[in-house]
């Protein structure tokens, strides 16, 4: 078993930041490839970054530029830095990882509980 904990949502003013963190802990587990995801009232939940154990990165074109996902395998974490923030980034974001289980065969996905960003403008 994998649990994914959130943290960092707040409220901002636009042109503002936040830094999200995301920490997995369990047992007779290892992690591929991390990510968020943010998913907007009304709107079907997107990926904002993903980021293999080998540190390559991709983004959504929406936030290519301002925002910055990284992280610490030796920690089991993954941060996303969010800078230049826009009313449009307002959602509640999710962290995710691929992970393997030691005991069972094949990859499975694991979600965080969600952390919320308000954007204010």
């Known amino acids: 078993q994998v649990q994914l904990v959130e943290s960092g949502g707040g409220l901002v003013q636009a042109g503002g930041s936040l830094r999200l963190s995301c920490a997995a802990s369990g047992s007779a587990f290892s992690i591929n490839a991390m990510g968020w995801y943010r998913q907007a009232p009304g709107k079907q939940r997107e990926l904002v970054a993903v980021?293999?154990?080998?540190?390559?990165?991709n983004y959504a074109d929406s936030v290519k530029g301002r925002f910055t996902i990284s992280r610490d395998n030796a920690k089991n974490a993954v941060y996303l830095q969010m800078n230049s923030l826009k009313p449009e980034d307002t959602a509640v974001y999710y962290c995710?990882?691929?992970?393997?289980?030691?005991?069972?065969?094949?990859?499975?996905?694991?979600w965080g509980q969600g952390t919320q960003v308000t954007v204010s403008s």
């Open positions: 980021i293999s154990s080998g540190g390559s990165t």
């Open positions: 995710n990882a691929n992970a393997k289980l030691l005991y069972l065969p094949g990859e499975y996905d694991w």
